[in-house]
């Protein structure tokens, strides 16, 4: 058998090619041998590197072995072409056998007209569940929720609890918690695993339970629940209705989901390119990349209109054209940095009200500091370069100041647009860089005008 990674821990060319030659060749013995001791993870990888077609036929040929888990690892195109790809009874089993949560992931991108087509193939039960799910708002804690958990009235004892746990057919394939509720199912409180097994069998739930448990409900935002895990170091959270009752729990495998999906979100915003995957068709991706291309386009125009104004000292000193850019550049990715930390900053909370004039003044403290260091290495440059030490000390002072503006602009604007609700992951790139480039070559080719006197 080949194998499946290689030195660099890529799918190695040996195992594709052999996958390959099966689903080509209907081979489903060959493709089940290949494919049957792997990580859905994994499962995952070997689907996105196939081709469009290929996909759909290797799970045909899986059968009941293909993990439909392994479609969440997916990115939302490419699973979505796989699902419209299969016929709709083939989907409602393989996610009968999943986790809710995992069940909502996979079915929540699809069209409202499909979804409703597998739903209608699963029993009646599992469907309810479902469908409860994806009622809520896309980005709530109860869309991502898992509706299996196990609870538990509070006069029951640790025995019978155990008891009822080892007998019941049907428990979550991994929980870490037993909840306890009253008779209209209004959340108590929680028992973890480790104390349910460590206290003796006569005990009553209600003597053990932890009433002070962290508690979500079902309509906050999944970011804000993403960070409660990671802030508190939780496992599971209980997911309570307006009423108080519960309804399911979050684990800690969702909320890393979330995290990755907020963090890749932000990273792909601050390049400009939206939701975009690299499955994506052509005509996606260059529609999704137009509109910010088209603001760098007029900021461009914006700094070049600058530059005009000095149109005449430009052409008396050729020098000046030759170390404009350098200024300009320079400052653009200074900025570029301190927004990229403000953005994050924001992002994860750690940057607020009490300690904002704090981190603003230690931007410019830095920006300051690495003015001075490149102004004193440019100056040298341009002196040996042209050999004009007052052109030296203009070059020198244009890259303190631009510098230092760029070290404000990369803070001051991610809060401002934060400050009007809008995600500054989103916009702070176009406005960071107008601003370095404006003040860049305003000050640069002002200090000339002034310092050469030219008129």
């Known amino acids: 058998m080949p194998p499946l990674r290689d030195k660099n821990d890529n799918l190695s060319s040996e195992f594709m090619d052999a996958l390959v030659a099966a689903i080509e060749g209907g081979d489903a013995a060959a493709a089940r041998s290949l494919t049957e001791d792997l990580h859905e993870a994994d499962v995952g990888a070997i689907l996105e590197q196939l081709d469009p077609g290929q996909r759909p036929a290797l799970i045909q040929l899986l059968g009941d072995s293909f993990d439909f888990t392994a479609l969440t690892e997916l990115d939302e195109a490419t699973r979505v072409e796989i699902l419209e790809d299969l016929p709709p009874e083939t989907v409602a089993e393989g996610i009968s056998d999943l986790d809710s949560d ?12 499909d979804r409703d087509e597998i ?99 079902a309509t906050d935002d999944l970011s804000s629940v993403a960070r409660l895990f990671q802030r508190y170091n939780l496992i599971s959270v209980a997911v309570v209705d307006e009423a108080e009752r519960l309804v399911g729990i979050m684990t800690i495998d969702d909320a890393v989901d979330v995290i990755e999906e907020e963090a890749d979100e932000d990273i792909k915003r601050l390049g400009g390119v939206g939701d975009e995957e690299v499955s994506d068709r052509v005509w996606s991706i260059a529609r999704s990349r137009l509109p910010w291309l088209c603001i760098n386009l007029g900021t461009a125009i914006l700094a070049s209109s600058v530059i005009g104004l000095f149109e005449h000292e430009l052409q008396k000193m050729v020098a000046l054209a030759v170390l404009m850019p350098i200024v300009a550049s320079q400052g653009g990715n200074a900025g570029t940095q301190t927004m990229t930390v403000a953005v994050r900053a924001l992002a994860t909370r750690e940057l607020g009200p009490h300690n904002m004039s704090r981190v603003v003044g230690r931007e410019l403290i830095v920006g300051l500091l690495n003015g001075v260091f490149f102004a004193t290495i440019v100056a040298a440059v341009a002196v040996f370069r042209f050999g004009i030490i007052d052109l030296g000390v203009v070059i020198a002072a244009a890259m303190v100041v631009n510098l230092v503006a760029a070290a404000l602009g990369g803070i001051l604007i991610p809060l401002a647009i934060n400050k009007l609700k809008f995600d500054p992951a989103i916009a702070s790139g176009a406005f960071v860089t107008t601003v370095t480039d404006l003040v860049g070559f305003f000050s640069f080719l002002g200090f000339a005008a002034l310092w050469f006197g030219f008129s």
């Open 102 to 113: 995992d069940a909502v992931y996979i079915l929540e991108d699809l069209d409202k007209e």
């Open 119 to 217: 739903l209608a193939q699963i029993p009646s039960v599992e469907r309810l569940a479902l469908k409860r799910s994806l009622d809520f708002p896309e980005d709530s804690a109860g869309r991502r929720m898992q509706t299996e958990f196990i609870a538990v009235a509070p006069f029951w004892t640790v025995g019978q609890t155990i008891d009822y746990m080892r007998d019941a057919e049907e428990l979550p394939e991994t929980f870490h918690e037993v909840f306890v509720v009253d008779p209209a199912f209004r959340l108590l409180g929680r028992v973890p695993l480790d104390r349910l097994l460590r206290t003796r069998r006569p005990v009553k739930m209600s003597e053990i339970v932890d009433e002070d448990a962290t508690v979500i409900h």
